[in-house]
């Protein structure tokens, strides 16, 4: 069954069962200076690829082919010498996609054919694995170019809301910060609800910690500047190392990939709230990263493993059907970002920049088309 990218940012999630954080939500509009330079938006259009663009991609400066060094062949790269990139999303139309640089800040738009274009740039501390970890869509994107994105600061982790032309806003801060462990994530699963999933900190025992923001998958409907902004309200708890939520446009719900001490996870939150055991687990923990939905089952990019892993899922159930089977091991390198594009096609940022091996070209954004079916593997 074709996946339908428009229910993805309208699926609903039922009433659960949650607890109240005394977390610290807030949106402070006191503050209105604008970027420099000022951000350009598209309001979520792009320019389609002509049948005769070429194959080679211009680097993150813009220049020309011809100028730089900086051009891949391959024709499933669409960008290249990115920073090493934090969270990807894939634009309304699935023909571009915003990709952040976790060190530097900045969001980018990148479109196969044309040069990488800056969107935005974020104050952040990108020490560690901190940084410019997330971004995610406003469900009126096309609207209104609202962004919101997961960063790390100099004190804490926190959720900012960034509007064109407008400085950052915070939606959701305090939550905590280590040398380790700082990766978020982030998705609408309703208009008026923001799921944010948050690492923990390299503390295990936070995670747990009914009385800490991290480790957590949280509920955040404190969106936009109110007197009493309510805290967020937790949805689960026990997060490690943070991959990825995306939603689950079949059954209701979301994914959440995660690594513990012990094993790399794909857990499975239902429409109705209800969790149970992770649908799947990686013993050997490849490096459980991005995550999408797509063709009868789950995309899940692997750091470690260098690869994009497929899950069969029973749409039935939530379960899985098979072991998941891998696609581009070892060509693109260490896999982060996901989503899914037009055509069935996979759009991943790569991180190898973070690791020992980075290529000439590196960091890039790359399509890598999905087996129909969530098979096909041989």
Same mark, same amino acid.
Request: overall charge negative.
């Given at each position: 069954m074709a996946i339908n990218r428009a229910a993805y940012r309208t699926a609903v999630l039922s009433t659960l069962a949650l607890t109240v954080l005394p977390g610290c939500a807030r949106f402070d509009d006191s503050a209105s200076t604008p970027f420099t330079p000022v951000p350009t938006f598209s309001a979520g259009e792009v320019e389609p690829r002509q049948p005769d663009a070429p194959t080679t991609t211009p680097d993150a400066t813009g220049a020309p082919p011809d100028l730089v060094p900086c051009v891949d062949p391959d024709p499933a790269v669409v960008a290249t010498c990115l920073d090493v990139? +934090? %969270?990807?999303?894939?634009?309304?139309? !699935?023909?571009?996609?915003?990709?952040?640089?976790?060190?530097?800040?900045?969001?980018?738009?990148?479109?196969?054919?044309?040069?990488?274009?800056?969107?935005?740039? $974020?104050?952040?501390?990108g020490s560690g694995d901190g940084g410019l970890l997330a971004v995610a869509l406003s469900p009126t994107y096309t609207e209104d170019n609202l962004l919101y994105a997961y960063v790390t600061t100099a004190s804490d982790n926190r959720v900012v809301r960034i509007a064109p032309g407008d400085t950052p806003k915070d939606v959701l801060t305090g939550i905590p910060r280590g040398a380790s462990g700082n990766a978020g994530a982030l998705t609408f699963t309703t208009p008026t609800e923001l799921t944010v999933v948050t690492g923990d900190a390299g503390n295990p025992a936070a995670a747990a910690d009914p009385g800490s923001l991290a480790g957590k998958v949280l509920r955040v409907?404190?969106?936009?500047? &109110?007197? &009493?902004?309510?805290?967020?309200? *937790?949805?689960?708890?026990?997060? +490690?190392? @943070? +991959? /990825?939520?995306?939603?689950?446009? #079949? %059954?209701? %719900? #979301?994914?959440?990939? /995660?690594? =513990?001490?012990?094993? /790399?996870r794909l857990q499975r939150i239902s429409a109705t709230g209800a969790?149970?055991?992770? *649908?799947?687990?990686?013993?050997?923990?490849?490096? @459980?990263? +991005?995550? =999408?939905? $797509? /063709? %009868? !089952? @789950?995309? @899940? &990019?692997?750091?470690g493993a260098r690869a994009l892993a497929v899950l069969p899922i029973d749409p039935r159930t939530g379960a899985a059907q098979a072991a998941p089977g891998l696609i581009a091991q070892d060509t693109y390198g260490m896999l982060g970002g996901a989503d899914l594009g037009a055509g069935g096609q996979v759009w991943v940022s790569t991180v190898n920049k973070s690791g020992d091996r980075p290529g000439p070209t590196d960091d890039r954004v790359v399509r890598i088309p999905a087996p129909q079916g969530g098979g096909g593997f041989d």
């Amino acid at each position: 069954m074709a996946i339908n990218r428009a229910a993805y940012r309208t699926a609903v999630l039922s009433t659960l069962a949650l607890t109240v954080l005394p977390g610290c939500a807030r949106f402070d509009d006191s503050a209105s200076t604008p970027f420099t330079p000022v951000p350009t938006f598209s309001a979520g259009e792009v320019e389609p690829r002509q049948p005769d663009a070429p194959t080679t991609t211009p680097d993150a400066t813009g220049a020309p082919p011809d100028l730089v060094p900086c051009v891949d062949p391959d024709p499933a790269v669409v960008a290249t010498c990115l920073d090493v990139t +934090g %969270g990807l999303t894939v634009l309304p139309g !699935g023909q571009a996609a915003l990709v952040t640089e976790r060190r530097t800040g900045r969001i980018v738009q990148v479109t196969p054919g044309l040069p990488v274009q800056e969107i935005a740039r $974020v104050a952040v501390d990108g020490s560690g694995d901190g940084g410019l970890l997330a971004v995610a869509l406003s469900p009126t994107y096309t609207e209104d170019n609202l962004l919101y994105a997961y960063v790390t600061t100099a004190s804490d982790n926190r959720v900012v809301r960034i509007a064109p032309g407008d400085t950052p806003k915070d939606v959701l801060t305090g939550i905590p910060r280590g040398a380790s462990g700082n990766a978020g994530a982030l998705t609408f699963t309703t208009p008026t609800e923001l799921t944010v999933v948050t690492g923990d900190a390299g503390n295990p025992a936070a995670a747990a910690d009914p009385g800490s923001l991290a480790g957590k998958v949280l509920r955040v409907t404190a969106l936009t500047p &109110s007197p &009493s902004q309510p805290p967020p309200q *937790v949805v689960l708890s026990g997060i +490690g190392t @943070v +991959g /990825d939520v995306c939603l689950d446009p #079949v %059954g209701g %719900g #979301v994914w959440v990939t /995660d690594r =513990t001490v012990l094993e /790399d996870r794909l857990q499975r939150i239902s429409a109705t709230g209800a969790t149970g055991t992770p *649908v799947w687990t990686w013993p050997d923990r490849p490096g @459980v990263a +991005g995550c =999408t939905a $797509v /063709d %009868g !089952g @789950v995309a @899940v &990019s692997l750091t470690g493993a260098r690869a994009l892993a497929v899950l069969p899922i029973d749409p039935r159930t939530g379960a899985a059907q098979a072991a998941p089977g891998l696609i581009a091991q070892d060509t693109y390198g260490m896999l982060g970002g996901a989503d899914l594009g037009a055509g069935g096609q996979v759009w991943v940022s790569t991180v190898n920049k973070s690791g020992d091996r980075p290529g000439p070209t590196d960091d890039r954004v790359v399509r890598i088309p999905a087996p129909q079916g969530g098979g096909g593997f041989d």
